[in-house]
């Protein structure tokens, strides 16, 4: 795909030396460090011009320890340009926790995340973070959400709820590819992105299916429907790295990306791989190129 300007919307740097991440612990893969060289060569191997790192505290660590090593390692990048850091967004203290974000002098932090993966359904919907999100947005951060599929109903009344805050769901909403099942995720999605302020990540799909037989056939009907769902518009690509080594690594599911996309016109192709990325998160116009 020469010729893009390719944004990575979504991959983690870790290190379980200096933090630790509880939920990776027993998973061999991931349990080592992934830092900003690491990503370095990966996004040159992928002609990625820029990218924006994601927490992965809610993998266990302590957020504000995370943040500060996470603003140190991009620092050694001149492609990670931003960062959605995690925050407590249930918690009475979020406007001192969002102070201190905005107090610490780096590259940006333009969005934040609290996982809802591990909540009960109707987490997302609670008062607490409806309040916590619309105080987010008031702050002028993006509200990323990653959850199960379950937790899309609530998700669609936390959303409605926060029309001023700009939201961005992860991963498509983790559809259930492995069981090849298609309701309730796809009339949720449908119901979710009826709303104006959520775009959606094109991320992290080969983890949901079978991460050794997936192909590329099998996720388009999943990634058709998000098309129709929120636009062209409103699909953010990222690579969900280093996860989606779990499921082939990045470069297969680049691969896929590019397959998925090659019969849709340039403006679409640009909008999803990089300019829909620039435009939600702020992230500025001054990219490589994906020739570089």
């Known amino acids: 795909m020469t010729g893009f300007r390719v944004i990575d919307s979504h991959h983690h740097l870790w290190d379980p030396k200096a933090l630790r991440y509880s939920l990776l612990e027993d998973i061999e893969e991931l349990s080592r460090p992934f830092l900003a060289d690491d990503f370095e060569e990966q996004a040159r191997r992928l002609a990625i011009g820029r990218s924006i790192c994601v927490e992965a505290a809610s993998a266990g660590a302590d957020g504000r320890r995370e943040t500060a090593w996470l603003l140190r390692q991009m620092e050694r990048s001149a492609r990670i340009v931003a960062l959605i850091a ?35 359904d109707g987490f997302p919907g609670q008062p607490a973070v409806i309040e916590g999100a619309r105080l987010a ?29 700009q939201f961005v769901l992860d991963h498509l909403g983790k559809p259930p590819i492995r069981e090849g099942r298609f309701e309730p995720w796809a009339s949720e999605l449908r119901e979710l992105a009826a709303c104006p302020n959520v775009a959606c990540k094109l991320s992290g799909l080969p983890v949901e299916a079978d991460r050794t037989t997936w192909t590329t056939a099998i996720l388009r009907p999943y990634v058709e429907h998000g098309f129709d769902c929120f636009g062209a518009e409103r699909l953010l690509f990222g690579t969900d790295w280093p996860v989606v080594n779990l499921a082939g690594g990045a470069g297969r599911w680049f691969t896929a990306v590019s397959e998925l996309l090659q ?20 992230v500025g116009p001054g990219l490589v190129s994906s020739g570089s």
């Open 86 to 120: 995690w925050a407590p967004l249930e918690r009475p203290d979020l406007g001192h926790y969002l102070d201190w974000l905005s107090s610490l002098e780096a590259k940006p932090i333009v969005g934040i995340r609290r996982s809802f993966e591990f909540e009960s």
């Open 137 to 165: 947005g008031e702050r002028g951060f993006v509200v990323d959400l990653v959850l199960f599929a379950r937790s899309l109903q609530a998700t669609i009344t936390l959303v409605e709820a926060c029309p001023q805050t």
């Open 263 to 282: 019969p849709l016109d340039h403006d679409v192709r640009a909008a999803v791989l990089g300019e829909n990325a620039r435009r939600v998160y702020g």
